[in-house]
């Protein structure tokens, strides 16, 4: 099973700033997904990434596939209190033996203050 | 596209009382679901995979006489908790796959008294 780390684990910043949320895997993956989820509500899919160096923007996010593989970030710019909630990175197993299960990275929650 | 509801949004339940929890994928027919519980601001963790037409598979450390997994049509998956306790109190969620993505419900939030 691959293990998906997640940094940072909470983020507090003013409306306006910048910030990077990283993840990480111990091995290559396919593909990875990225989901925002706010609280009492399930995860919404935002991006999934593919290609490795893939770079793929939404809006202020931008979300990068590093060329191994092996990691991806996702910048936000100029935050705004709206974009409040909990981050989380996903990759999906091996359809074949494992039903294409997903295995998520501990989160990032992020606060942004207006 | 490709959405998963969940029913009942909440519930509120005695101890020792069973709490039945549906999740439809609406638009798309998945043959296998899965079910997560999550923790206030911690990740998903993964409970089962819900196979259609067969017995579910459960992750480790998971009962499965505590929770039962029911597949039975192409579109609904049940979640039912049994003899709940007040530890089984969370945030239940459930997600079916479509293509090489997992696509979720809103959730239910379970709370035992």
């Known amino acids: 099973t691959q293990l998906l780390e997640q940094s940072p684990q909470f983020l507090s910043i003013q409306e306006g700033e910048n910030l990077t949320v990283y993840c990480n895997s111990s091995?290559?993956?396919?593909?990875l997904q990225w989901y925002r989820q706010e609280p009492g509500e399930g995860p919404v899919l935002l991006v999934t990434?593919?290609?490795?160096?893939e770079v793929k923007k939404l809006k202020r996010l931008t979300f990068q596939f590093g060329d191994a593989r092996k990691d991806s970030s996702l910048h936000i710019t100029a935050a705004q209190p709206g974009d409040t909630g909990l981050y989380l990175c996903?990759?999906?197993?091996?359809?074949?033996?494992?039903?294409?299960?997903?295995?998520f990275g501990d989160g990032t929650t992020l606060t942004v203050k207006p | 596209g490709a959405v998963v509801s969940q029913h009942p949004s909440w519930v509120i339940c005695k101890s020792g009382t069973s709490v039945k929890i549906e999740c439809r994928s609406l638009?798309?027919?998945?043959?296998?679901m899965f079910w997560y519980r999550q923790f206030p601001k911690q990740s998903l963790m993964l409970m089962a995979t819900?196979?259609?037409?067969?017995?579910?598979?459960?992750e480790q450390g998971v009962e499965k006489d505590k929770f039962l997994i029911n597949h039975a049509s192409l579109t609904l998956s049940t979640l039912t908790v049994t003899s709940a306790h007040p530890e089984d109190s969370s945030f239940y969620i459930c997600?079916?796959?479509?293509?090489?993505?997992?696509?979720f419900g809103p959730g239910t939030r379970l709370t035992v008294l």
């Open positions: 996903a990759l999906q197993e091996d359809r074949n033996t494992n039903a294409g299960k997903s295995t």
């Open positions: 990434v593919v290609t490795g160096g």
């Open positions: 638009d798309f027919q998945a043959t296998t």
């Open positions: 997600s079916a796959g479509l293509v090489d993505t997992q696509y």
């Open positions: 091995s290559v993956f396919s593909s």
């Open positions: 819900s196979n259609e037409g067969s017995k579910a598979t459960y």
